[in-house]
Every structure is written in structure tokens, then in C-alpha cells.
């Protein structure tokens, strides 16, 4: 089965929303005068604004550099810090994920591939892939000292109104979404570290895409992503996210734009079939989760080989903290 199946629902929410509306349209602009009028007020100069279909398309794919635009940068904006200066460690470039980790001869074999980064589900009640046989702190090693750089997702409780039926037996509990979420983040940190990945790395929460427009499921749902990252935090490592531009990743750029706290430090957001590009427009507002703070998997369930050995993955652009490992 793969870990992917939610995007395909992601995808189709996609087609729905994104043109959508006149209510996420504004959301994004005020966020976007907000923004530029905190930095007025915090004495610094108002940024350029601009409004979202302006921006230049991609070039042709030539790694992560290719697709960085010129960001808004704010001093408003919560998550401005680079993640270096927190001891974090950056991977601009390309990378898959897929649901069990291949084995370390395949890994040596897609070495031919463009890839060099590679996200790896290291635990999780929702997990697709429960059983990982290559996945062990020998696995961890080997395939860093290859050159790969690892992003490790945890797949915990889902929202209760998340689209995939199969999913929904993990939902979250409603009666201490927090709770739960502190929970899981505890486990997140102690499955990463079982791995050997050390303190600075990130775990990215998957979060399958789920109706935001349910008020109810949604305020449960950022409860318990709040109470994730925050233990998260608390331990060490920084908290990810994971979840459809059009779904998880709109409403967490909402509750930032409202001055939500304990949101994640970084971002990877599902839109598939799409040129690769971090812009994230117009799920994200241009400052926010800046900078080498976002992730855009533009393309899932392909099958492709590299030195004889073919794997079915999700393709990612990434400009983002890795796993520190050793």
C-alpha cells in the first residue's frame, strides 16, 4: 500500500480550490498588509507587495537554486530565523520518498538518480508501512555515509474529518487533541532517535487531507498539531508538517496569518502535477516559512529505475532541514 494515497485526494481538492474563492483570496491578502504593517511598526521598511499570479513562472528544473524566487522577507513573520542559525542542517535539491525504505544496495544504485535527499516514514499509528525491514540505525548510517540526506515523517492521528475513509480509525481524540499530540510527539523524537538521528533534526508530521471547512474537526485537528509540535520542540528537534497545499497547508497558513502559535518550523506541502516550485503560491503567503523552511512534492506514485533498480515514489523539491545523523 502506498503512504501517498491521501495526495491523490489532495490532488482533486486541488482542482476544486485553487482558484478558489474569494474568502482564501482574501485571507491571503490581509495576511500579506499585515505583515508589511508590522514591519512599519517594528521601524523597518515596508516590504514590496505582491499579489499572487504576478510572480514568475519556473525555469526548467536545474535543483532547488532554480526555483527560489526573490521571498518577501518580513521581520513580522514568525518563522524568519534560518534554521542554520539553530544548529539545523539544509538540503537544497531533489529527493523521493516512498513507503518502505529500499535497501541499502538499491540506495547505492540510485546514486545515478538526480535524487540526493530521500523521506523515510520512521513511525506512526497511521503509518501505511508498518513494517520497515531495512529501517534500523545501520540503514540510517549506510545510507548517509552514501551522501544521502534523510527526512523523516511520522504518520500519527489523523483529523477526524480526514477524506480518506480508511484513515479515519486513527482519528484524533477530540476530548484532549493536545494531549494526544504531546504524545506523539514524544514518540516522534524517540523513533527518530532510535534511528540515530540526533537533536536539530526534523521529524515532519503527515497530516492526510482533511475538510478544513468542518470548524469542529478543524480546531481538533490544530490542537493536536500544536501539542505535537511543542513536545517536538521541547526535545530537541524541529518540528515538520506535511499535508495537501489545498487542505492541511491552507489551514495552518490561515492560523499563522492570524497569530496562531506553535505552528510547525517547517513546511512540505502536496501539489501534484505541477511544475516543482517552493513558492507554495497561493496555499502560502510569500514570507511565511522562510527561509530553507519548505518542501513541495509536485508529483506521486511514479515508478522509476536507476542502476537496475526500480522503486514507486513521490518526487520532491526540497529546501529544508535534514536528519543530522552520527
Request: charged share 25%; with cysteine.
Given at each position: 500500500?502506498?503512504?501517498?494515497?491521501?495526495?491523490?485526494?489532495?490532488?482533486?481538492?486541488?482542482?476544486?480550490?485553487?482558484?478558489?474563492?474569494?474568502?482564501?483570496?482574501?485571507?491571503?491578502?490581509?495576511?500579506?498588509?499585515?505583515?508589511?504593517?508590522?514591519?512599519?511598526?517594528?521601524?523597518?521598511?515596508?516590504?514590496?507587495?505582491?499579489?499572487?499570479?504576478?510572480?514568475?513562472?519556473?525555469?526548467?528544473?536545474?535543483?532547488?537554486?532554480?526555483?527560489?524566487?526573490?521571498?518577501?522577507?518580513?521581520?513580522?513573520?514568525?518563522?524568519?530565523?534560518?534554521?542554520?542559525?539553530?544548529?539545523?542542517?539544509?538540503?537544497?535539491?531533489?529527493?523521493?520518498?516512498?513507503?518502505?525504505?529500499?535497501?541499502?544496495?538499491?540506495?547505492?544504485?540510485?546514486?545515478?538518480?538526480?535524487?540526493?535527499?530521500?523521506?523515510?516514514?520512521?513511525?506512526?499509528?497511521?503509518?501505511?508501512?508498518?513494517?520497515?525491514?531495512?529501517?534500523?540505525?545501520?540503514w540510517v548510517e549506510g545510507v548517509t555515509s552514501m551522501g544521502w540526506r534523510l527526512l523523516p515523517l511520522y504518520v500519527?492521528?489523523?483529523?477526524?474529518?480526514?477524506?480518506?475513509?480508511?484513515?479515519?480509525?486513527?482519528?484524533?481524540?477530540?476530548?484532549?487533541?493536545?494531549?494526544?499530540?504531546?504524545?506523539?510527539?514524544?514518540?516522534?523524537?524517540?523513533?527518530?532517535r532510535a534511528l540515530g538521528m540526533r537533536e536539530k533534526s526534523p521529524v515532519y508530521l503527515d497530516m492526510e487531507a482533511?475538510?478544513?471547512?468542518?470548524?469542529?474537526?478543524?480546531?481538533?485537528?490544530?490542537?493536536?498539531?500544536?501539542?505535537?509540535?511543542?513536545?517536538?520542540?521541547?526535545?530537541?528537534?524541529?518540528?515538520?508538517?506535511?499535508?495537501?497545499?489545498?487542505?492541511?497547508?491552507?489551514?495552518?497558513?490561515?492560523?499563522?496569518?492570524?497569530?496562531?502559535?506553535?505552528?510547525?518550523?517547517?513546511?512540505?506541502?502536496?501539489?501534484?502535477n505541477t511544475a516543482p516550485d517552493l513558492r507554495g503560491e497561493p496555499a502560502l503567503a510569500p514570507g511565511a516559512w522562510?527561509?530553507?523552511?519548505?518542501?513541495?512534492?509536485?508529483?506521486?506514485?511514479?515508478?522509476?529505475?536507476?542502476?537496475?533498480?526500480?522503486?514507486?515514489?513521490?518526487?520532491?523539491?526540497?529546501?529544508?532541514?535534514?536528519?543530522?545523523?552520527?
Amino acid at each position: 500500500m502506498r503512504q501517498t494515497s491521501h495526495h491523490m485526494r489532495g490532488a482533486a481538492d486541488q482542482k476544486q480550490c485553487d482558484g478558489a474563492g474569494p474568502r482564501r483570496a482574501s485571507v491571503r491578502r490581509a495576511g500579506v498588509l499585515l505583515v508589511a504593517l508590522a514591519s512599519l511598526l517594528a521601524g523597518g521598511t515596508a516590504p514590496v507587495l505582491a499579489e499572487a499570479g504576478t510572480a514568475p513562472g519556473p525555469e526548467p528544473e536545474r535543483g532547488a537554486q532554480a526555483y527560489a524566487p526573490r521571498y518577501i522577507q518580513a521581520q513580522a513573520d514568525a518563522h524568519g530565523e534560518d534554521p542554520r542559525d539553530e544548529g539545523a542542517e539544509i538540503f537544497q535539491g531533489r529527493a523521493f520518498d516512498t513507503c518502505v525504505a529500499p535497501t541499502q544496495s538499491t540506495m547505492r544504485a540510485w546514486r545515478a538518480s538526480p535524487y540526493r535527499g530521500v523521506g523515510v516514514y520512521v513511525g506512526g499509528r497511521g503509518r501505511a508501512c508498518p513494517v520497515q525491514p531495512n529501517l534500523d540505525p545501520a540503514w540510517v548510517e549506510g545510507v548517509t555515509s552514501m551522501g544521502w540526506r534523510l527526512l523523516p515523517l511520522y504518520v500519527g492521528s489523523q483529523a477526524p474529518c480526514v477524506h480518506a475513509e480508511r484513515k479515519r480509525r486513527y482519528a484524533i481524540d477530540s476530548r484532549d487533541p493536545a494531549g494526544a499530540g504531546v504524545r506523539e510527539g514524544r514518540d516522534a523524537v524517540a523513533q527518530a532517535r532510535a534511528l540515530g538521528m540526533r537533536e536539530k533534526s526534523p521529524v515532519y508530521l503527515d497530516m492526510e487531507a482533511y475538510d478544513i471547512r468542518d470548524a469542529a474537526c478543524a480546531r481538533t485537528t490544530l490542537r493536536f498539531i500544536q501539542g505535537w509540535n511543542r513536545e517536538v520542540r521541547r526535545l530537541g528537534y524541529l518540528p515538520g508538517f506535511y499535508s495537501s497545499a489545498t487542505s492541511g497547508v491552507t489551514h495552518l497558513e490561515e492560523a499563522r496569518a492570524a497569530g496562531v502559535q506553535d505552528l510547525p518550523a517547517v513546511m512540505w506541502f502536496a501539489r501534484w502535477n505541477t511544475a516543482p516550485d517552493l513558492r507554495g503560491e497561493p496555499a502560502l503567503a510569500p514570507g511565511a516559512w522562510q527561509p530553507h523552511r519548505r518542501v513541495h512534492q509536485y508529483r506521486g506514485n511514479v515508478r522509476e529505475t536507476y542502476g537496475g533498480r526500480t522503486v514507486q515514489i513521490d518526487r520532491n523539491l526540497v529546501d529544508a532541514p535534514v536528519a543530522i545523523v552520527g
